[in-house]
């Protein structure tokens, strides 16, 4: 069964400094890979997804993500946090594969922001 | 403004007692689904529905029910053989039924037990 691990439970990084969440999944086939931010009290948002091609993603906010096959990883990325990028944000993995079509969240890292 | 509403922002619950969740769209997606969150944990899938009058079950339904009467509409009602209701329920929809659709979330309403 396909699974999604985010190892860091809370992450604390200075407002300009850079960032890198990290997540690992577990599936057989080429995987399709999203991350989700989610404000306090608040639903998601999709920052971006991987299904195929360049394994360097671009999504919004300035976030990017990078597919490495090698490691199953897509860990997320940005080059200079904001105090508003804090958040709770969750990498998942979708398997496509029949009617049975799933999406597994992970168990989401917080972002805290220190000024 | 197009998107997701879901009411209200929390719900309390007495032991025994059915309680129904509100979610609309106005974005004419034909896709919404259910999700619970608790703390620590990501979603789990609770019911989907990739068109009106039809409904699948997901991970976690059991002590749920659903109904897709109108596009725009897609209820949760959390039953009383729901033994650990306390939550976080978010409500997304897709254009189409398929996950590689972008999902769109409400802003989730949280239930209490009393």
């Known amino acids: 069964a396909q699974s999604v691990t985010q190892p860091d439970i809370h992450i604390t990084v200075s407002e300009g400094a850079s960032l890198e969440l990290r997540c690992n999944y577990s599936?057989?086939?080429?995987?399709?890979l999203f991350w989700y931010v989610q404000s306090p009290g608040q639903g998601l948002q999709l920052l971006l997804k991987?299904?195929?091609?360049?394994?360097l993603v671009q999504g919004i906010k300035g976030f990017e993500a990078e597919f490495k096959r090698s490691q199953s990883s897509f860990n997320l990325r940005k080059p200079s946090v904001h105090w508003s990028d804090a958040a709770e944000y969750f990498c998942?993995?979708?398997?496509?594969?029949?009617?049975?079509?799933?999406?597994?969240f992970g168990k989401g890292t917080r972002l805290h922001i220190l000024p | 403004d197009g998107g997701i509403t879901q009411s209200p922002k929390y719900l309390f619950r007495k032991e025994g007692q059915n309680v129904t969740l509100s979610c609309e769209q106005n974005?004419?997606?034909?896709?919404m689904y259910w999700y619970r969150q608790d703390p620590g944990q990501g979603l789990r899938l609770i019911y989907y529905s990739q068109i009106v009058n039809d409904f699948q079950k997901g991970d976690i339904a059991e002590g749920y029910s659903v109904s897709r009467e109108k596009k725009e509409s897609f209820p949760l009602t959390v039953t009383s053989a729901q033994k650990n209701p306390t939550a976080f329920y978010l409500c997304?929809?897709?254009?189409?039924?398929?996950?590689?659709?972008?999902?769109?979330f409400g802003p989730g309403t949280r239930l209490l037990v009393l």
């Open positions: 991987y299904f195929s091609g360049d394994t």
């Open positions: 974005l004419n997606h034909d896709a």
């Open positions: 997304a929809s897709s254009i189409a039924g398929d996950l590689r659709e972008t999902q769109y």
């Open positions: 998942a993995v979708g398997e496509f594969m029949n009617r049975d079509d799933k999406i597994i």
């Open positions: 599936y057989g086939a080429t995987p399709y």
